[in-house]
C-alpha cells in the first residue's frame, strides 16, 4: 500500500486547509483511514480517522474545526482543516490501517499557521 498526501501550506490564525492522502496497491485489507500529525517536540497525535463503514473519531482538541471524509471510489480521503490555530502547526501524516499488516503511512505534509 502507497499512501500520496497532498494539500499542506502556511496559513493565517482562522484560515482553512484541506489534506487530500490518495492510496494505491493492496488496498482490500485496509479498514480504517486517518490522519496523525507530530508537531516538533512531541508524539505523533491522531487527527482524525474514519472507518469503512464510515465511523470517525475525532479528539476534543480538533473537534468541530476538523472534518474527515472519503471518496471510495477513488481510493481517497480528506482532511478539512477550518479556524486553524498556530498550535495546529505540525507535519501531518495520513495513515491507513489494515487488519493484516497493520499500519501504512504517507510521506507528511507541513501544515505552518502563522498568529
Known amino acids: 500500500v502507497q499512501l500520496q498526501a497532498s494539500g499542506g501550506g502556511l496559513v493565517q490564525a482562522g484560515g482553512s486547509l484541506r489534506l487530500s492522502c490518495a492510496a494505491s496497491?493492496?488496498?482490500?485489507?485496509?479498514?480504517?483511514t486517518g490522519w496523525y500529525r507530530q508537531a516538533p517536540g512531541k508524539q505523533r497525535e491522531l487527527v482524525a480517522a474514519?472507518?469503512?463503514?464510515?465511523?470517525?473519531n475525532v479528539p476534543d482538541s480538533v473537534k468541530g474545526r476538523f472534518t474527515i471524509s472519503r471518496d471510495n471510489a477513488k481510493n481517497t480521503w480528506y482532511l478539512q482543516m477550518n479556524s486553524l490555530k498556530p498550535e495546529d502547526t505540525a507535519v501531518y501524516y495520513c495513515?491507513?490501517?489494515?487488519?493484516?499488516?497493520?499500519?501504512?503511512w504517507g510521506q507528511g505534509t507541513l501544515v505552518t499557521v502563522s498568529s
Open positions: 474514519i472507518t469503512n463503514g464510515g465511523f470517525t
Open positions: 496497491g493492496s488496498i482490500f485489507s485496509i479498514h480504517r
Open positions: 495513515n491507513a490501517l489494515s487488519g493484516y499488516t497493520g499500519n501504512y
